[in-house]
């Protein structure tokens, strides 16, 4: 059973965001996220000051990424309520969204990779999630995301993937033999392909969740999105070209995607190193 809005607008504001089409995945996190800004203000969203929202972002204590996406979401609610005449201000203006820092990808080792999947054989559902993670690059969102219907099987043993990506943007993944092997059993449904045992889809953030408290349970500190870090290294590292890793990726910007290449130049390095062999030693002539 679906639990109400703790304030009446949260609804209309809901309804408004379906009705523009947006994903429920974002839907679902506005709505968690004006209902723990509710709770803080102990008040309703509209009877806010911007003062009450400067306090409320300056109490969080969470990363700069997490931080933005908050600040974006209440951004969002209260200009949506000003266009509206709902309230007189843009209350949230004032909010500032945090630079978040590039962070440089962090693929997990082939080691830990083949020990987490041989950990994980007990429990089928979440072992796929590192499957697709690690050998289809998916994100949390997009393995959480899956239908049925978004996995067509080809002639060669293999399958191409419609993947729901970040900003509504769809793309086309290939899945390989065998991690369309290991997905079948999943295939046997129509609809979302993983489920909670109540029988709803995983939203995205408890599926993360889950992986991550599941490698903290065999001793390591990754998470699933070191494993999509660890496919877009591994692609480079055996010569794909950057260009087809940032479409495989969903990345919007080949700046993003180019980050992956400082791996590369960690591989490169022996050859490198071969090439200064070369070098002649310069020395002193006699006379």
């Not at 990808?105 to 993670?133: F, V, Y």
């Not at 690059?137 to 393995?143: I, K, P, Q, S, T």
């Not at 993937?161 to 509504?168: A, C, I, Y």
């Amino acid at each position: 059973m679906k639990k109400a809005a703790r304030d009446p607008i949260v609804r209309e504001h809901v309804a408004y965001l379906r009705l523009r089409n947006r994903r429920p995945v974002t839907i679902r996190s506005r709505a968690r996220l004006l209902d723990a800004l509710f709770d803080y203000l102990g008040k309703p969203l509209l009877h806010a000051t911007e003062d009450d929202l400067e306090r409320w972002q300056n109490s969080l204590r969470v990363t700069a990424s997490s931080l933005g996406t908050y600040t974006t979401h209440a951004r969002a609610f209260y200009t949506w309520a000003y266009e509206r005449d709902l309230t007189d201000t843009n209350l949230a203006r004032a909010l500032v969204v945090p630079r978040v820092p590039r962070r440089q990808p962090r693929p997990i080792s082939e080691k830990d990779l083949s020990t987490a999947l041989l950990c994980s054989t007990n429990n089928p559902q979440l072992r796929m999630w590192l499957i697709l993670a690690a050998y289809c690059g998916l994100r949390a969102g997009e393995v959480a995301a899956i239908n049925r219907s978004d996995v067509r099987i080809a002639d060669d043993g293999g399958a191409f993937l419609l993947v729901h990506g970040k900003g509504g943007n769809e793309r086309v993944v290939r899945m390989p033999p065998m991690v369309l092997a290991e997905l079948k059993s999943f295939l046997r449904s129509n609809g979302p392909l993983f489920r909670r045992p109540s029988g709803t889809p995983w939203p995205a953030d408890q599926l993360s969740r889950q992986v991550s408290i599941f490698f903290g349970s065999i001793g390591m500190d990754w998470t699933l999105h070191c494993l999509r870090h660890r496919y877009a290294a591994r692609l480079v590292d055996i010569g794909a070209d950057v260009r087809d890793v940032q479409a495989l990726l969903g990345h919007a910007s080949l700046s993003t995607t180019t980050v992956y290449l400082s791996q590369a130049t960690r591989h490169a390095a022996s050859s490198v190193d071969l090439l200064s062999n070369e070098m002649k030693t310069p020395t002193l002539q006699t006379a």
